[in-house]
């Protein structure tokens, strides 16, 4: 392989890596936008409800998965764990856990 076929060889997967991480933080993004009704834009919840933004995505992956195995008591947030798969909490996770905590 000489230096040119390497050169764009690389071009080619670093280009469709960062095509592949920009859909997942679009979709992450919209898959935690579902959780705004309740948790506020961006995770920054108002009044009794949670916080998510800034919280690490090992805890808000462990306390989705509590709910999702029933193993965590709720209202309704068992009901909506279960209807995301381990690689959606992740990526939901991972956008909550990238956002800046409102100022107090």
């Known amino acids: 392989m000489n230096r040119f076929t390497r050169a764009l060889v690389v071009a080619l997967a670093w280009g469709a890596a960062a095509a592949a991480a920009a859909q997942d933080a679009t979709l992450a993004r919209n898959l935690a936008a ?14 009794d409800t949670k916080p998510l933004a800034g919280l690490t995505a ?6 989705m998965t509590d709910y999702k195995t029933g193993s965590q008591p709720a209202t309704v947030m068992h009901q909506i764990a279960k209807g995301y798969s381990d690689a959606q909490i992740r990526l939901i996770a991972g956008h ?7 100022a107090k």
């Open 34 to 47: 579902t959780c705004a009704n309740c948790h506020g834009t961006n995770g920054n919840a108002r009044g």
């Open 58 to 63: 090992e805890r808000i992956v462990a306390t």
């Open 96 to 102: 909550f856990a990238a956002q800046q905590p409102a």
